[in-house]
Protein backbone atom coordinates (compact mmCIF):
# COMPACT_ATOMS: atom_id res chain seq x y z
CA UNK A 1 0.00 0.00 0.00
CA UNK A 2 2.69 2.63 0.68
CA UNK A 3 4.88 3.41 -2.08
CA UNK A 4 8.11 5.00 -1.94
CA UNK A 5 8.61 8.12 -4.91
CA UNK A 6 10.69 10.54 -3.37
CA UNK A 7 13.58 12.70 -5.29
CA UNK A 8 16.05 14.32 -2.42
CA UNK A 9 18.24 16.99 -3.21
CA UNK A 10 19.99 17.91 -0.55
CA UNK A 11 20.98 21.59 0.16
CA UNK A 12 22.90 22.01 3.22
CA UNK A 13 24.07 20.41 6.32
CA UNK A 14 25.85 21.32 9.30
CA UNK A 15 27.68 19.09 12.11
CA UNK A 16 27.61 20.76 15.96
CA UNK A 17 29.15 19.09 18.61
CA UNK A 18 28.44 15.45 17.05
CA UNK A 19 24.20 16.69 16.47
CA UNK A 20 23.42 17.31 13.16
CA UNK A 21 21.00 19.41 10.98
CA UNK A 22 20.30 19.03 7.40
CA UNK A 23 18.16 21.07 5.36
CA UNK A 24 16.52 19.30 1.84
CA UNK A 25 14.05 19.20 -0.65
CA UNK A 26 11.89 16.69 -0.48
CA UNK A 27 9.81 16.72 -4.30
CA UNK A 28 6.51 14.93 -3.66
CA UNK A 29 4.74 13.10 -5.86
CA UNK A 30 1.34 13.38 -4.26
CA UNK A 31 1.62 17.06 -4.11
CA UNK A 32 3.66 17.84 -7.07
CA UNK A 33 5.68 20.11 -5.50
CA UNK A 34 8.64 20.17 -3.60
CA UNK A 35 8.98 21.03 -0.06
CA UNK A 36 11.46 22.16 2.57
CA UNK A 37 12.80 19.75 5.16
CA UNK A 38 14.94 20.82 8.19
CA UNK A 39 15.97 17.30 9.87
CA UNK A 40 17.82 17.27 12.94
CA UNK A 41 20.00 13.88 14.23
CA UNK A 42 20.86 14.05 17.60
CA UNK A 43 24.65 13.45 18.63
CA UNK A 44 25.46 9.98 18.33
CA UNK A 45 23.20 9.32 15.06
CA UNK A 46 26.24 8.88 12.86
CA UNK A 47 28.45 6.92 15.01
CA UNK A 48 26.43 4.57 17.45
CA UNK A 49 25.71 1.12 15.66
CA UNK A 50 23.53 0.06 18.18
CA UNK A 51 21.26 2.87 18.94
CA UNK A 52 17.50 3.65 17.24
CA UNK A 53 15.89 6.41 17.65
CA UNK A 54 12.41 8.12 17.81
CA UNK A 55 11.26 10.34 15.49
CA UNK A 56 8.92 13.25 15.31
CA UNK A 57 7.00 14.94 12.51
CA UNK A 58 6.66 18.95 13.22
CA UNK A 59 4.32 20.43 10.71
CA UNK A 60 4.63 24.31 10.57
CA UNK A 61 8.59 23.59 10.68
CA UNK A 62 9.54 27.02 10.48
CA UNK A 63 7.61 28.19 13.68
CA UNK A 64 7.44 24.73 15.90
CA UNK A 65 10.93 23.03 14.99
CA UNK A 66 13.48 24.71 17.27
CA UNK A 67 11.14 24.79 20.15
CA UNK A 68 10.70 20.48 19.36
CA UNK A 69 14.44 20.37 19.21
CA UNK A 70 15.24 22.79 22.04
CA UNK A 71 12.81 20.54 24.23
CA UNK A 72 14.14 17.02 22.53
CA UNK A 73 17.49 18.32 23.96
CA UNK A 74 16.57 19.65 27.21
CA UNK A 75 14.71 16.07 28.46
CA UNK A 76 17.24 13.67 26.77
CA UNK A 77 20.13 15.67 28.75
CA UNK A 78 17.92 15.19 31.96
CA UNK A 79 17.64 11.43 30.91
CA UNK A 80 13.46 11.87 30.53
CA UNK A 81 13.41 11.21 27.60
CA UNK A 82 15.38 9.66 24.52
CA UNK A 83 17.37 11.68 21.81
CA UNK A 84 15.10 11.65 19.17
CA UNK A 85 14.65 12.53 15.35
CA UNK A 86 13.20 15.65 14.20
CA UNK A 87 11.78 16.35 10.78
CA UNK A 88 10.54 19.88 10.36
CA UNK A 89 8.06 20.42 7.40
CA UNK A 90 8.33 24.00 6.07
CA UNK A 91 4.39 25.00 5.61
CA UNK A 92 4.61 28.37 5.45
CA UNK A 93 3.41 29.87 2.34
CA UNK A 94 1.30 26.09 2.01
CA UNK A 95 -0.16 25.46 4.87
CA UNK A 96 -3.47 27.14 4.00
CA UNK A 97 -3.95 24.16 1.70
CA UNK A 98 -1.69 21.85 3.66
CA UNK A 99 -4.11 21.26 6.35
CA UNK A 100 -7.47 22.34 4.80
CA UNK A 101 -10.83 20.91 5.64
CA UNK A 102 -14.59 21.40 4.03
CA UNK A 103 -16.27 23.65 6.30
CA UNK A 104 -19.09 21.98 5.54
CA UNK A 105 -18.18 18.46 6.74
CA UNK A 106 -14.81 19.03 8.35
CA UNK A 107 -13.55 15.90 5.90
CA UNK A 108 -9.57 16.87 4.69
CA UNK A 109 -9.84 18.95 1.16
CA UNK A 110 -8.31 16.70 -2.26
CA UNK A 111 -5.00 18.37 -1.30
CA UNK A 112 -5.07 18.05 2.69
CA UNK A 113 -5.61 14.91 1.90
CA UNK A 114 -2.95 14.36 -0.41
CA UNK A 115 -0.39 16.08 2.15
CA UNK A 116 -1.45 13.51 4.49
CA UNK A 117 -0.67 10.63 1.66
CA UNK A 118 2.61 12.72 1.37
CA UNK A 119 3.64 11.70 5.09
CA UNK A 120 2.17 8.81 5.49
CA UNK A 121 3.40 6.90 2.05
CA UNK A 122 6.77 9.31 1.11
CA UNK A 123 7.78 11.13 3.75
CA UNK A 124 7.85 8.91 6.88
CA UNK A 125 9.17 5.43 4.77
CA UNK A 126 12.11 7.81 3.45
CA UNK A 127 13.25 9.03 6.85
CA UNK A 128 12.99 5.67 8.53
CA UNK A 129 15.09 3.97 5.33
CA UNK A 130 17.30 6.81 5.50
CA UNK A 131 18.27 7.31 9.48
CA UNK A 132 18.37 5.10 12.47
CA UNK A 133 14.46 5.17 13.90
CA UNK A 134 12.78 3.39 16.06
CA UNK A 135 9.31 2.26 16.15
CA UNK A 136 7.81 5.22 17.81
CA UNK A 137 6.78 8.14 16.20
CA UNK A 138 5.38 11.42 17.31
CA UNK A 139 3.54 13.90 15.19
CA UNK A 140 3.01 18.15 16.27
CA UNK A 141 0.74 20.50 15.00
CA UNK A 142 -0.96 23.56 15.91
CA UNK A 143 -3.89 25.77 14.89
CA UNK A 144 -5.54 24.09 11.96
CA UNK A 145 -2.40 21.32 12.00
CA UNK A 146 -3.91 20.84 14.91
CA UNK A 147 -7.14 19.21 13.26
CA UNK A 148 -5.21 17.79 10.64
CA UNK A 149 -3.25 15.60 13.22
CA UNK A 150 -6.14 14.18 14.64
CA UNK A 151 -7.06 12.36 11.31
CA UNK A 152 -4.16 10.07 11.67
CA UNK A 153 -6.22 8.12 14.42
CA UNK A 154 -8.60 7.16 11.74
CA UNK A 155 -5.90 4.49 11.23
CA UNK A 156 -6.46 0.42 11.38
CA UNK A 157 -2.80 0.00 12.61
CA UNK A 158 -1.70 3.58 14.11
CA UNK A 159 1.17 5.42 12.37
CA UNK A 160 1.67 7.12 15.29
CA UNK A 161 1.93 6.44 19.24
CA UNK A 162 2.10 10.05 20.21
CA UNK A 163 -0.05 13.07 18.97
CA UNK A 164 1.08 16.76 20.23
CA UNK A 165 -1.63 19.62 19.32
CA UNK A 166 -1.62 22.74 20.46
CA UNK A 167 -3.48 25.66 20.33
CA UNK A 168 -5.90 24.00 17.39
CA UNK A 169 -8.39 25.20 15.79
CA UNK A 170 -10.74 22.22 15.45
CA UNK A 171 -13.19 21.52 12.41
CA UNK A 172 -17.02 22.06 13.84
CA UNK A 173 -17.78 18.15 13.73
CA UNK A 174 -14.29 17.06 15.14
CA UNK A 175 -15.76 15.02 17.82
CA UNK A 176 -18.40 13.14 15.65
CA UNK A 177 -15.38 11.97 13.56
CA UNK A 178 -13.26 10.98 16.63
CA UNK A 179 -16.56 8.68 17.57
CA UNK A 180 -16.16 7.37 13.86
CA UNK A 181 -12.89 6.29 14.46
CA UNK A 182 -14.06 3.76 16.70
CA UNK A 183 -10.25 4.00 19.27
CA UNK A 184 -11.48 0.91 21.29
CA UNK A 185 -9.43 -1.48 18.23
CA UNK A 186 -6.34 0.78 20.32
CA UNK A 187 -6.94 -1.92 22.98
CA UNK A 188 -6.31 -4.47 20.23
CA UNK A 189 -2.57 -3.35 19.50
CA UNK A 190 0.42 -4.13 21.55
CA UNK A 191 1.46 -0.35 21.85
CA UNK A 192 1.18 2.42 24.01
CA UNK A 193 -0.25 6.16 22.29
CA UNK A 194 -0.70 9.40 23.97
CA UNK A 195 -2.46 12.64 23.06
CA UNK A 196 -1.77 15.90 24.15
CA UNK A 197 -4.42 19.07 23.56
CA UNK A 198 -3.12 22.32 25.16
CA UNK A 199 -6.34 24.87 24.15
CA UNK A 200 -5.82 28.71 24.82
CA UNK A 201 -7.61 31.59 26.46
CA UNK A 202 -6.94 34.09 24.20
CA UNK A 203 -8.88 32.90 21.16
CA UNK A 204 -12.49 33.21 20.58
CA UNK A 205 -15.15 32.03 22.66
CA UNK A 206 -16.07 29.72 19.91
CA UNK A 207 -12.94 28.08 19.74
CA UNK A 208 -12.49 27.81 23.71
CA UNK A 209 -15.13 25.99 23.76
CA UNK A 210 -15.04 23.78 20.41
CA UNK A 211 -11.04 22.71 22.32
CA UNK A 212 -12.71 22.10 25.23
CA UNK A 213 -15.68 19.80 24.14
CA UNK A 214 -12.85 17.89 22.10
CA UNK A 215 -10.59 17.54 25.24
CA UNK A 216 -13.32 15.96 27.33
CA UNK A 217 -14.47 14.02 24.67
CA UNK A 218 -11.18 12.72 24.15
CA UNK A 219 -10.83 12.02 27.77
CA UNK A 220 -13.84 10.11 28.08
CA UNK A 221 -12.71 7.23 26.47
CA UNK A 222 -11.71 4.20 28.48
CA UNK A 223 -9.12 2.73 26.38
CA UNK A 224 -6.41 1.38 28.78
CA UNK A 225 -3.21 1.91 26.36
CA UNK A 226 -4.47 5.57 25.28
CA UNK A 227 -3.00 7.96 27.64
CA UNK A 228 -4.91 12.08 26.87
CA UNK A 229 -3.73 14.92 28.67
CA UNK A 230 -5.81 18.10 27.89
CA UNK A 231 -4.63 21.26 29.42
CA UNK A 232 -6.65 24.14 29.33
CA UNK A 233 -4.14 26.97 30.39
CA UNK A 234 -6.63 29.27 31.73
CA UNK A 235 -4.05 31.41 33.70
CA UNK A 236 -0.95 31.64 31.20
CA UNK A 237 0.55 35.03 30.80
CA UNK A 238 0.28 35.26 26.64
CA UNK A 239 -0.30 33.25 23.70
CA UNK A 240 3.23 32.70 23.29
CA UNK A 241 3.91 31.35 26.91
CA UNK A 242 1.60 28.70 25.75
CA UNK A 243 3.34 27.42 23.27
CA UNK A 244 6.55 26.86 25.18
CA UNK A 245 5.15 25.55 28.37
CA UNK A 246 2.62 23.10 26.68
CA UNK A 247 5.78 21.53 24.42
CA UNK A 248 7.27 21.03 28.02
CA UNK A 249 4.35 19.25 29.76
CA UNK A 250 3.60 17.06 26.35
CA UNK A 251 7.05 15.49 26.81
CA UNK A 252 6.50 15.01 30.58
CA UNK A 253 3.97 12.92 29.37
CA UNK A 254 4.56 10.93 25.66
CA UNK A 255 8.33 9.83 27.20
CA UNK A 256 6.79 9.10 30.57
CA UNK A 257 7.65 5.40 30.14
CA UNK A 258 11.06 6.20 29.22
CA UNK A 259 11.65 8.62 32.76
CA UNK A 260 12.99 7.08 35.88
CA UNK A 261 10.88 5.66 38.36
CA UNK A 262 9.50 8.66 39.93
CA UNK A 263 7.58 8.90 43.76
CA UNK A 264 4.13 9.42 42.01
CA UNK A 265 4.90 6.05 39.61
CA UNK A 266 6.08 4.56 43.17
CA UNK A 267 3.23 5.50 44.88
CA UNK A 268 0.81 4.12 42.22
CA UNK A 269 2.16 1.18 40.32
CA UNK A 270 4.91 -0.03 42.27
CA UNK A 271 4.60 0.13 46.07
CA UNK A 272 1.86 -2.66 46.26
CA UNK A 273 3.50 -5.20 44.46
CA UNK A 274 4.58 -8.53 45.69
CA UNK A 275 9.15 -8.76 44.76
CA UNK A 276 8.10 -11.23 42.17
CA UNK A 277 5.91 -8.68 40.40
CA UNK A 278 7.97 -6.00 41.06
CA UNK A 279 10.60 -7.51 39.57
CA UNK A 280 8.59 -8.29 36.69
CA UNK A 281 7.25 -4.63 36.36
CA UNK A 282 10.99 -2.91 36.35
CA UNK A 283 12.18 -5.76 33.34
CA UNK A 284 8.97 -4.88 31.57
CA UNK A 285 9.77 -1.02 31.90
CA UNK A 286 13.12 -1.29 30.24
CA UNK A 287 12.21 -3.68 27.83
CA UNK A 288 9.41 -1.52 26.81
CA UNK A 289 12.23 1.27 26.31
CA UNK A 290 14.26 -0.39 24.54
CA UNK A 291 11.61 -1.66 22.10
CA UNK A 292 9.50 1.75 21.78
CA UNK A 293 12.80 4.40 22.22
CA UNK A 294 15.79 1.79 20.52
CA UNK A 295 17.58 2.81 23.84
CA UNK A 296 19.08 0.17 25.24
CA UNK A 297 20.02 1.77 28.69
CA UNK A 298 19.90 -0.91 30.85
CA UNK A 299 18.07 -0.25 34.54
CA UNK A 300 18.88 2.95 36.25
CA UNK A 301 20.24 2.20 39.66
CA UNK A 302 17.97 4.36 41.20
CA UNK A 303 15.22 2.22 39.42
CA UNK A 304 16.79 -0.56 41.73
CA UNK A 305 17.33 0.92 44.09
CA UNK A 306 13.81 2.29 43.97
CA UNK A 307 12.47 -1.86 44.14
CA UNK A 308 15.11 -2.54 46.69
CA UNK A 309 12.82 -2.26 49.48
CA UNK A 310 10.24 -4.55 48.28
CA UNK A 311 12.44 -7.54 47.24
CA UNK A 312 14.10 -7.15 51.27
CA UNK A 313 11.18 -6.82 53.56
CA UNK A 314 8.48 -8.51 51.27
CA UNK A 315 8.38 -12.69 51.55
CA UNK A 316 11.36 -12.95 53.76
CA UNK A 317 13.75 -11.50 50.84
CA UNK A 318 13.51 -14.93 49.13
CA UNK A 319 13.57 -13.43 45.96
CA UNK A 320 16.43 -11.56 46.31
CA UNK A 321 18.41 -14.48 44.39
CA UNK A 322 15.92 -13.51 41.53
CA UNK A 323 17.09 -9.45 41.50
CA UNK A 324 20.36 -10.13 41.86
CA UNK A 325 20.71 -12.36 38.59
CA UNK A 326 18.74 -9.91 36.79
CA UNK A 327 21.02 -7.33 37.78
CA UNK A 328 23.82 -9.17 36.87
CA UNK A 329 22.41 -10.15 33.67
CA UNK A 330 22.03 -6.12 32.89
CA UNK A 331 25.14 -4.83 34.15
CA UNK A 332 27.39 -8.06 34.60
CA UNK A 333 30.43 -5.70 35.76
CA UNK A 334 28.64 -3.96 38.67
CA UNK A 335 28.99 -5.08 42.55
CA UNK A 336 25.28 -4.48 42.50
CA UNK A 337 23.85 -8.14 41.24
CA UNK A 338 26.54 -9.70 43.62
CA UNK A 339 25.16 -7.25 46.49
CA UNK A 340 21.70 -8.77 46.72
CA UNK A 341 22.88 -12.29 46.04
CA UNK A 342 25.39 -12.32 48.91
CA UNK A 343 22.58 -10.78 50.79
CA UNK A 344 20.50 -13.65 49.59
CA UNK A 345 22.72 -16.11 50.78
CA UNK A 346 23.30 -14.36 53.82
CA UNK A 347 19.90 -14.17 54.81
CA UNK A 348 19.47 -17.96 54.40
CA UNK A 349 23.09 -18.45 56.56
CA UNK A 350 24.96 -19.92 53.91
CA UNK A 351 27.75 -17.41 55.15
CA UNK A 352 30.53 -19.42 52.59
CA UNK A 353 28.31 -18.35 49.82
CA UNK A 354 27.69 -15.09 50.70
CA UNK A 355 31.30 -14.18 51.76
CA UNK A 356 32.11 -15.38 48.22
CA UNK A 357 29.51 -13.24 46.43
CA UNK A 358 30.32 -10.08 48.59
CA UNK A 359 34.05 -11.09 47.71
CA UNK A 360 33.49 -10.33 43.82
CA UNK A 361 31.62 -7.74 44.08
CA UNK A 362 33.90 -5.77 46.24
CA UNK A 363 36.23 -7.20 43.44
CA UNK A 364 34.77 -5.14 40.71
CA UNK A 365 34.54 -1.62 42.57
CA UNK A 366 37.13 1.21 41.74
CA UNK A 367 39.58 1.44 45.43
CA UNK A 368 39.29 4.85 44.72
CA UNK A 369 35.69 5.10 44.94
CA UNK A 370 34.26 6.02 48.28
CA UNK A 371 31.89 3.56 48.11
CA UNK A 372 34.17 0.34 48.33
CA UNK A 373 34.88 0.88 51.65
CA UNK A 374 31.11 0.40 53.29
CA UNK A 375 30.56 -2.06 50.69
CA UNK A 376 33.68 -4.15 52.35
CA UNK A 377 32.16 -4.15 55.52
CA UNK A 378 29.69 -6.96 53.96
CA UNK A 379 32.72 -9.18 53.64
CA UNK A 380 33.73 -8.24 57.46
CA UNK A 381 30.47 -8.82 58.88
CA UNK A 382 30.04 -11.94 57.22
CA UNK A 383 33.48 -13.20 58.53
CA UNK A 384 32.40 -12.38 61.84
CA UNK A 385 29.20 -14.87 61.54
CA UNK A 386 31.42 -17.75 60.47
Not at 79 to 99: C, E, F, L, S
Not at 202 to 212: F, I, M, N, W
Request: charged fraction near 25%; hydrophobic fraction near 35%.
Amino acid sequence: MKKIFAFLLIISSATVFGQKLITKKFTSQYLNQSRDLRIYLPEGHDTDSISNYPLAIVLDGEKLFDLYVGNAKLFAQADHAPKQIVVGIDMKKTRAKDVSFDPLNSKLTSFSSNFYLFIRDELIPYIEGAYKTSPFLTIVGQGTAGNFITHFLREKLQVFNAYICINPTFAPDINRQIESYKLDKLKREDNTFYFYVAGNPYKSEKRKVLTDQFGTYLKSFEVPNFHVVYNDFKTSPSTTSIYSEAMGRSFAKVFEIYSGISKIEFEEKVKELSPPDAITYLETKYLDIEFLFGSNIGIRPQDIFAVESIIIDKENGDYLDDFGKMILNVYPNSHLGDYYLGLYYETGKNYKRALEMYRKGYGKMDPDDPKSDLFYRNIERVLGKR
